[in-house]
C-alpha cells in the first residue's frame, strides 16, 4: 500500500471517529438536561424520553437489529427497511428506465437536427426547471394511483438531464470523426451506432449519472407525500412515531442506497469512456 | 492519354457577414488535371485554399462553380474511391488501433469474411510497422505512430484517388523523414494516385511527380504546375545530388517568396491574364546531362 493511500485511510476513520464521538458527546448531553427538567415539564410530558436526537451507538444497534431482518413484512405500518428500500428502488428504477427509452432517442433527435432543437428548446426550457414534485396533484387526479404517481415523478424529473446531455453529447461530435463516416460511406444508421453514439456516450452517461441522483432525492419527497410504502414513507412514519433513532437510521440507508446506485452508473460508464 | 482526374473553372466563395451580396472568393478559375499513377502536391501560402479544394476533391465541401471530373463521374458527394487522410489523423479514439482499420475495410469490402478483413488490416498494419501495436487504443500512440495508422488505413482501402491534407505536418523532422521514406516505399509498391497539400517543399519534391503552385488569396489560381524531373526510385540522401533537385527547389522558392504575391496582385488589378494557367514548368535540359553521367 503506497505512503498516500494509508495517509487517506487514517484521516478517514479519524474523520468517523470523531464523528461517533461528537454525536456521542452532544446527545448525551441533551439526555442529562432532561433530567434536570422543572416539575411543570415533567407533569407536561414535555421530557418525553423516546424523543430525542439518538447517539451513534444507539443507531448502531437499531442498525444491526434492523439489518439482520430487513425484509421482514407484518401489515402496512410495520416493515423491514430492506423491504422499504426495496419498493423505493423499484420505483425510482421503472420511472429511470421509461426516462432513458424516451430521452435518448429524444436526444438523439434533438442532437442531429438543429430544427428539432430549435423546435423543442422553449418547451424543454420551460418544462425542465419545474419542481417534480408539482406534478403531483396533476399525476394523482389524472392517474388515480399513488404508486403510478411517484414513478411518473421519477420519469419527470430524470427525462430533462438524459435528453440534454444526449442531445448536447450528438452535437459535439467532431465533424472530423462524421467525415471519416462520409469518406466511408456510411448511411445514416450506420452513423448513428458507429461513430455517434460511441462519440456521444460519455456525455449521455453524465445525463445519467445526474438523473439517477436527482431520482433518488425526489423519491423519498415523493413517498412522504403518497405515503403507504416505500422509505420515504417510512422515514415519515417513524417522525409520526417520534422513533428519532429509526429516522436516523434511515437517514443513513437513504445515503447508502444512493451512494450505491450512483456507483452502479459510474462503474458502468467507464466502458464507454474513451481519451482522445 | 485519357485523365483520370478533370478539374475545370472550380472557384468558391463565402458570402461576408452583415454584407448583402458581397462575397470573398477564396479561389476562382482552378484548373488542373491528374492521371492515374501520379503523385501530385499542392503548395501555397497559408490561407489560399488548398485544403478547400482538397475537401472539394473528397466532396465533403462542394464548389460555388466548377466542376470536378474522375473517373468521368462528376464528384458531388464523398465516395470510398476517394480517401482522405486527415492533418489530424482521425482515428476513432474508442477503438483500437486494428478495430479502426477493421471498421474501414468492412465498409469498403462488404464481401469479406471477418477473418479476410482481420486478415487484409494486418498486412497493411505491418506494412507500416505497427504490427505490434494492433491492440493499442490511438491515444496510447505518439503522432508518428497515429499518422502511420491513417496511412495504413488510407491504403487498406484502396481507393482510386489518395487525398492528403498535411499529412505530417504536426511531426517532427525526424519522424517526418521516416514516415516520408515508407510513404515512398508504399507507393512504389502500389502506384497509388495521390494528391497531397504540403508545407514543405523539399517532402514536395522528394515525393511527387508534379507540383502545383497556388498564388496568394483572395482569388487564388494555381498559377504553375512544376513537373518534378527526378527519376524514380527516389531516396532523400541521393535526390539532392540531382542537378534538376536544386533549380526546382530555387523555383519553388522564389515562387512562394516573390510570385505568389505578385500574381495575386496582378489578378486583383487585372493586370495578369490567368487564361494561361496553369503555367507548365519543366527543367528538362538537365535530363541529357543526366544521361551522360550514366555512360
Ligand atoms: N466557412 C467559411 N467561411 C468563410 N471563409 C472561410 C470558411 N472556410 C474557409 N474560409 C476561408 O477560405 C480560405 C481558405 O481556407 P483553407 O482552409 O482552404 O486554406 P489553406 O490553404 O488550407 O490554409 P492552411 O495552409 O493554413 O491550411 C481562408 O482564407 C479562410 O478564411
Ligand atoms: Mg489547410
Known amino acids: ?68 431482518h430487513p425484509f421482514y413484512d407484518n401489515g402496512p405500518n410495520d416493515k423491514g427497511i430492506g423491504t422499504q428500500l426495496f419498493y423505493s428502488i423499484l420505483r425510482v428504477l421503472a420511472g429511470y428506465l421509461l426516462a432513458v427509452v424516451i430521452a435518448i432517442p429524444i436526444g438523439f433527435l434533438i442532437g442531429m437536427s438543429p430544427v428539432f432543437y430549435n423546435a423543442l428548446q422553449p418547451y424543454i426550457q420551460v418544462l425542465k426547471p419545474i419542481s417534480p414534485l408539482a406534478w403531483m396533484p396533476l399525476a394523482l387526479f389524472v392517474i388515480k394511483d399513488s404508486i403510478l404517481s411517484s414513478v411518473f415523478v421519477i420519469f419527470i424529473c430524470s427525462i430533462w438531464p438524459i435528453l440534454l446531455n444526449t442531445a448536447f453529447g450528438v452535437m459535439s461530435v467532431k465533424k472530423d470523426w462524421l467525415n471519416v463516416s462520409k469518406t466511408l460511406e456510411m448511411g445514416p444508421f450506420e452513423t448513428a451506432f458507429k461513430i455517434i453514439l460511441p462519440a456521444a456516450l460519455p456525455t449521455i452517461f453524465t445525463g445519467l449519472r445526474i438523473s439517477m441522483g436527482i431520482s433518488w432525492l425526489v423519491i423519498v419527497a415523493a413517498e412522504m407525500l403518497v405515503g403507504g410504502t416505500g422509505i420515504g414513507y417510512y422515514v415519515w412514519n417513524e417522525w409520526n412515531n417520534l422513533d428519532l433513532t429509526s429516522v436516523v437510521f434511515s437517514i443513513l440507508m437513504i445515503g447508502i442506497v444512493g451512494m450505491g446506485l450512483d456507483l452502479l452508473i459510474s462503474q458502468t460508464s467507464k466502458y464507454f469512456m474513451y481519451q482522445e | ?71 468521368n463521374k462528376n464528384v458531388k458527394k464523398p465516395s470510398l474511391e476517394r480517401g482522405v487522410i486527415f492533418q489530424n489523423h482521425s482515428l476513432l479514439p474508442w477503438l483500437s488501433v486494428l478495430k479502426n482499420i477493421k471498421m474501414a475495410i468492412a465498409c469498403k469490402f462488404k464481401e469479406l469474411s471477418t477473418k479476410e478483413i482481420e486478415k487484409r488490416a494486418l498486412h497493411f498494419l505491418e506494412m507500416v510497422e505497427l504490427q505490434d501495436a494492433v491492440k493499442k487504443l490511438p491515444h496510447e500512440l505518439s503522432g508518428g505512430m497515429k499518422q502511420r495508422v491513417g496511412i495504413a488505413r488510407a491504403f487498406a482501402l484502396a481507393p482510386e484517388l489518395l487525398l492528403m491534407d498535411e499529412p505530417f505536418g504536426a511531426l517532427d523532422a525526424l519522424t517526418r523523414g521516416k514516415i516520408q521514406d515508407k510513404l515512398l516505399e508504399i507507393c512504389e509498391k502500389t502506384n497509388q494516385t495521390i494528391f497531397m497539400i504540403t508545407h514543405d517543399i523539399d517532402e514536395a519534391i522528394l515525393l511527387s511527380d508534379r507540383i502545383l503552385l497556388m498564388s ?32 526546382i527547389r530555387n523555383h519553388l522558392v522564389d515562387f512562394l517568396i516573390n510570385k505568389s504575391s505578385e500574381i495575386a496582385k496582378g489578378i486583383q488589378n487585372n493586370t495578369i491574364d490567368d487564361s494561361e494557367m496553369p503555367k507548365n514548368v519543366s527543367f528538362t535540359n538537365t535530363a541529357d546531362l543526366e544521361n551522360r553521367k550514366a555512360m
Do not use: W
Open chain 2, 1 to 71: 492519354m485519357k485523365k483520370f482526374l478533370e478539374v475545370n473553372q472550380l472557384a468558391k466563395k463565402y458570402p461576408i457577414k452583415g454584407e448583402k451580396n458581397t462575397f470573398l472568393s477564396v479561389f476562382e478559375n482552378i484548373n488542373f488535371s491528374m492521371q492515374k499513377g501520379e503523385f501530385v502536391c499542392i503548395v501555397g501560402h497559408s490561407g489560399c485554399g488548398k485544403s478547400t479544394i482538397l475537401n472539394n476533391l473528397a466532396g465533403l465541401d462542394s464548389p460555388s462553380s466548377g466542376n470536378i471530373i474522375m473517373d
Open chain 2, 216 to 247: 496568394n488569396g483572395p482569388q487564388a489560381r494555381i498559377a504553375e504546375s512544376v513537373h518534378v524531373n527526378i527519376p524514380k526510385p527516389r531516396n532523400r540522401a541521393e535526390i539532392v545530388n540531382h542537378p534538376n533537385y536544386y533549380l
Open chain 1, 1 to 68: 500500500m503506497s505512503r498516500e493511500n494509508i495517509q487517506t485511510i487514517t484521516l478517514s476513520l479519524l474523520i468517523l471517529f470523531l464523528i461517533f464521538f461528537i454525536g456521542e458527546l452532544a446527545t448525551t448531553n441533551g439526555e442529562r438536561n432532561k433530567k434536570e427538567l422543572s416539575e411543570y415539564e415533567q407533569l407536561m410530558g414535555l421530557g418525553e424520553p423516546q424523543a430525542h436526537v439518538p447517539g451513534p451507538i444507539e443507531v448502531l444497534k437499531l442498525a444491526v437489529k434492523e439489518l439482520s
